[in-house]
């Protein structure tokens, strides 16, 4: 994807707006806008400091605003052109003041990277109903609440990508075969099922859009070093975004409806990636 932008070195609160507007008129759709959801740290963080690398115009979700100050902050220390938006997932308030700032601010959004996420929950005969619906408010409505207020502003764009950060342990196929070193995990409920919705949300929104030139994907970071695991992970956040980055800069001739990235299997390489089985 093409990418143009002039990077100022303002301060992060100032009122950008008709500055950014001229800025636009000029640059106009040689400027590539990547909103991230999630994006104060973790594989968040690490997709949009990969996506400003390659002079995309990264827009840093983030619920809380002293993290998502620090986050665009440190996204523009490091050479990005990067804004923080407030956005809960889980606030319709919230997601729909973003849309409406996007569109004042860009009229339009190229890449839409849903990341944010929670994690929480035990074994099925366990589950408390309270923890779930906690889980599936972020991980699942709060996807389609994001994307559908989204969807508007990336039909402006030449070609949108809409990439959902998904993950292995929603692969039923992985979970379940026993020769998967997945099927070794203690079952649990909460986060994998709600990975499991996500990968048939992005086969639904793949199939509505497909005579689109948006193209809609969901990506595996693999298992990452970071918050959400206690920091457990074996993979860097570096690795870990490299899935949603891929999904978020494909090429026309790329595919949609496709769970993409880091493959744990038993014969591959630690390094394999590639699509994997639903
Ligand atoms: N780490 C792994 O091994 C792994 C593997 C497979 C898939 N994934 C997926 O990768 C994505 C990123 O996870 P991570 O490992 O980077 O986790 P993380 O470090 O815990 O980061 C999660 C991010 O989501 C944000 N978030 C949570 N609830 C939110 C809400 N309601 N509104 C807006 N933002 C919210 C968090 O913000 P706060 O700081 O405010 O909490 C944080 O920025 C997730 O979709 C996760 O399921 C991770």
């Not at 997709?47 to 983030?62: C, E």
């Not at 389609?144 to 809409?162: D, E």
């Amino acid at each position: 994807m093409c990418s143009f932008r002039v990077v100022l070195p303002v301060p992060v609160t100032a009122g950008l707006s008709r500055l950014a507007v001229a800025l636009d008129a000029v640059g106009a759709m040689a400027t590539t806008i990547a909103l991230i959801t999630g994006a104060n740290k973790g594989i968040g963080l690490e997709t949009a400091r990969q996506l400003g690398a390659r002079g995309i115009t990264v827009l840093a979700g983030a619920r809380d605003e002293a993290r998502g100050v620090a986050a665009e902050r440190a996204l523009r220390d490091g050479g990005a052109d990067a804004r923080f938006v407030p956005l809960d997932v889980t606030d319709a308030k919230s997601v729909r003041q973003a849309a409406d700032w996007i569109d004042t601010e860009y009229g339009r959004l190229d890449i839409l990277v849903n990341n944010a996420a929670i994690a929480r929950g035990g074994p099925p005969s366990g589950t408390d109903l309270d923890e779930m619906r906690e889980v599936y408010e972020t991980n699942v409505f709060g996807v389609i609440m994001v994307t559908n207020a989204m969807l508007p502003l990336l039909r402006r764009a030449p070609a949108a990508r809409i990439v959902n950060v998904s993950s292995e342990v929603g692969s039923i196929t992985s979970m379940t075969d026993p020769a998967s070193p997945l099927a070794q995990m203690p079952a649990g409920l909460a986060y994998p099922s709600s990975k499991s919705t996500l990968n048939m949300i992005t086969a639904m929104y793949a199939k509505e859009l497909r005579d689109t030139p948006i193209k809609v994907n969901a990506a595996n970071p693999g298992y990452t070093k970071t918050d959400l695991n206690r920091n457990t992970g074996f993979r860097s956040v570096a690795e870990g975004a490299e899935a949603s980055v891929h999904l978020a800069t494909l090429d026309a001739d790329g595919p949609t409806g496709i769970l993409w990235g880091h493959l744990w299997t038993a014969d591959a390489s630690p390094d394999a990636y590639g699509t994997l089985p639903w």
